[in-house]
């Protein structure tokens, strides 16, 4: 069988285990790449040396633009490639499994990319410039995406019977691993969400221009123009949470509370914000 078909039937078996769409479609983009380096050759024909070839190959290391891929990126792609090949090998399309010996680097939690303070400040500062329908629909979710944690894959994924506007709570159903959970938004935030709503009873909360649910896509382009106006480069949606998750820790200073709000389902990774300062180390030291 070519590599081609086989992906065709492990993008079919993840699908059917229940994975998320995010899952599919990185699994879908890693196992290109790797038919562009290796050809759609016969999966009986690849061997571990080219799953290693590949591997340390330039269309694996690097991005589009030519920028080295971050440690946590190259891990994901060793997953694919284990999780597909070991699919392979189990569903008796190949006699063994060519990503074996492949093994996820030892990487350190990565460091919240929060903004701070004055970027923060500015970036607020250009949306309540907001005049089109389209910059008041961008205004009111970033500071919903601030003021609550969401994931920008639930802010979109908002319909409005998911919003109780009587009791600041949101419904989210569009999350990672299909659960459901609740969060909830301050009251400065909610008067805008009442105001953007302007009665509606049903229907995305955020709509695209031809009445559409908005797109992730659009959302990175347009956060990533907004960013560029209040001089905040690669402004990213997930910067939008890693500053609500180090602002609620730093005031609270509580992990169960932090995991709580941002809707971790392990605590451990919300330990990523329980960072001691240098002056609290010395402190302790000198104590």
């Not at 078909?5 to 285990?17: F, R």
């Not at 790449?33 to 080219?50: A, Y």
């Not at 894959?153 to 569009?174: K, P, Y």
Request: glycine share 10%; proline share 3%.
């Amino acid at each position: 069988m070519k590599l081609s078909e086989t992906i065709g039937q492990y993008l079919l078996h993840l699908e059917a285990d229940g994975r998320s769409q995010h899952t599919i479609r990185q699994a879908r983009r890693h196992t290109a790449l790797l038919v562009r380096f290796l050809g759609d050759r016969e999966i009986m024909e690849v061997t571990h040396q080219d799953v290693a070839r590949f591997l340390t190959s330039a269309l694996a290391t690097k991005t589009a633009a030519g920028v080295i891929k971050a440690p946590v990126s190259m891990n994901s792609l060793r997953s694919t490639l284990r999780t597909f090949f070991g699919f392979a090998h189990a569903a008796g399309i190949a006699p063994t499994n060519a990503a074996r010996l492949v093994r996820r680097a030892i990487c350190g939690p990565p460091v919240p990319r929060a903004l701070s303070e004055g970027e923060r400040a500015r970036l607020l500062s250009g949306l309540d410039t907001a005049k089109t329908a389209a910059e008041r629909r961008d205004r009111v979710l970033v500071h919903l995406m601030l003021g609550a944690g969401l994931r920008l894959g639930s802010a979109i994924g908002l319909d409005v019977e998911d919003v109780d506007l009587a009791t600041g709570q949101l419904r989210l159903r569009r999350m990672k691993g299909g659960r459901e959970d609740i969060a909830f938004v301050p009251g400065a935030v909610l008067e805008l969400l009442r105001e953007h709503l302007a009665g509606r009873v049903a229907g995305p909360v955020f709509l695209g221009a031809m009445g559409e649910r908005i797109g992730a896509r659009q959302v990175h382009r347009r956060l990533s123009e907004w960013g560029t106006r209040a001089g905040i480069p690669y402004l990213h949606p997930h910067r939008l949470r890693h500053t609500f998750g180090t602002r609620i820790y730093g005031t609270s200073r509580d992990l169960l509370l932090t995991a709580r709000a941002l809707c971790h389902r392990n605590v451990s990774s919300t330990a990523i914000y329980a960072r001691v300062g240098d002056a609290a180390v010395r402190a302790a030291i000198e104590a």
